[in-house]
């Protein structure tokens, strides 16, 4: 159960770039970062037009002062003053996510960045060692890995519960934009433009987030893939808003992952089944208390949220923040990782002293790679590339 006695005094002071005035995403990190009272916000560079992120900003009760017309001015005029942000979080377009971090860690502030944190590995491998130089945390937001039942998984894997893993299949297929809507939605304009989202739509925008989950659950490493992708809304080209992907493992497993936009009907469809020599499991993101846990030559099991009966890891990776029964969602998610952000900024570690889990700058560099690997063999008429 969550401890709502912990607490630091004072909370970590923190700004933002970006996530200004209609922006979903700006206010989930806002909900995630002060709900446990760990994070206070101090100051933002939250838009593009100086005034309306100076109105906005005001309006979410920051000092005139203290709503920057961009993030260079606002890490310059924060390190001047004694009670000046001491880590920022990013939720701004992709293409400039690199310039952004690698300015927030010179000017030695911890970083929550929005996913990806840069187009290339070698960008997302300069940042990592710039902030290993600036002793300061890169994080970065693969919002659904906060989810508890994510770390049941984590753990039931970990002691063997499912034996030797042998077949990983992934899915994050929306049918949200099957048709072109961009026309319209300048939110998914950026996101369809390869000099602003970078050199993947789909796979980059929600293909890694199903990656990272299954990553940090089997702790399996990718040895090589083969991706197949398509835009089937022309326009879309070269940028893909469907591709099919399979892996192979060091260990010898192996996987699958579909990222869509064009699934059309399904809400969410972010799903995984990890299937071990033993038994098998399955989550959907749609009913995130759950998981399905199959073993061979047994009935099935669903396993809830809370129960007493889950792992400890369960519970102190990402704490539940309500009992069992009542349904925790994705602002409770974010809530958890911001929570371990948290402590990883303030030094601290974790409950039984292992070391500190959240998805760090190694997370970023690996969803990089996979976008780095999926373009190269999609172009490549799917021929298996090397993942390293």
């Not at 971090?101 to 960008?123: D, M, N, Q, R």
């Not at 809530?335 to 970023?364: C, I, K, M």
Request: charged content about 20%.
């Amino acid at each position: 159960m969550f401890n709502e006695e912990l607490q630091f005094k004072p909370a970590i002071r923190w700004g933002m770039v970006g996530g200004g005035r209609g922006s979903q995403i700006g206010y989930s990190h806002r909900c995630a970062a002060q709900r446990d009272g760990l994070f206070k916000l101090m100051a933002g560079a939250f838009d593009l037009n100086a005034e309306r992120g100076r109105s906005f900003g005001t309006n979410l009760g920051l000092s005139t002062e203290r709503c920057y017309p961009d993030y260079t001015t606002m890490f310059t005029e924060e390190a001047k003053r004694p009670d000046g942000i001491e880590a920022v979080s990013i939720a701004t377009p992709n293409a400039t996510h690199y310039e952004i971090c690698k300015a927030a860690l010179h000017a030695g502030l911890h970083v929550v960045c929005e996913k990806p944190i840069t187009f290339t590995s070698k960008e997302a491998s300069e940042l990592q060692s710039l902030a290993e130089q600036q002793q300061r945390k890169l994080a970065v937001m693969y919002g659904y890995s906060g989810y508890p039942m994510i770390h049941q998984a984590r753990e039931m894997v970990r002691r063997g519960d499912l034996g030797e893993i042998r077949v990983v299949n992934m899915q994050f297929a929306h049918g949200s934009h099957n048709i072109e809507h961009e026309k319209n939605d300048p939110g998914l304009k950026w996101r369809v433009s390869p000099q602003v989202a970078g050199p993947t739509y789909v796979l980059g925008d929600i293909g890694t987030h199903i990656f990272y989950l299954c990553e940090m659950i089997t702790g399996l490493e990718v040895s090589r893939l083969s991706c197949m992708k398509q835009a089937f809304i022309r326009s879309r080209a070269p940028l893909e808003d469907n591709a099919h992907v399979m892996l192979e493992y060091t260990s010898g497993a192996v996987g699958t992952l579909w990222a869509s936009a064009v699934n059309a009907g399904a809400m969410h469809q972010q799903k995984f089944r990890i299937v071990g020599e033993k038994a098998s499991i399955e989550w959907w993101d749609e009913h995130p208390n759950q998981l399905r846990y199959e073993v061979q030559g047994e009935p099935a099991r669903v396993l809830e949220r809370g129960s007493a009966y889950l792992y400890n890891d369960a519970a102190g990776v990402a704490a539940s923040h309500i009992g069992v029964g009542h349904p925790e969602g994705y602002f409770e998610s974010w809530a958890n990782l911001y929570h371990r952000f948290a402590l990883a900024f303030t030094g601290q570690t974790s409950h039984d002293e292992s070391p500190l889990w959240y998805p760090d700058v190694y997370a970023g560099i690996n969803g990089v790679r996979l976008c780095e690997k999926c373009v190269e063999s999609a172009t490549s008429q799917s021929q298996w590339v090397s993942f390293y």
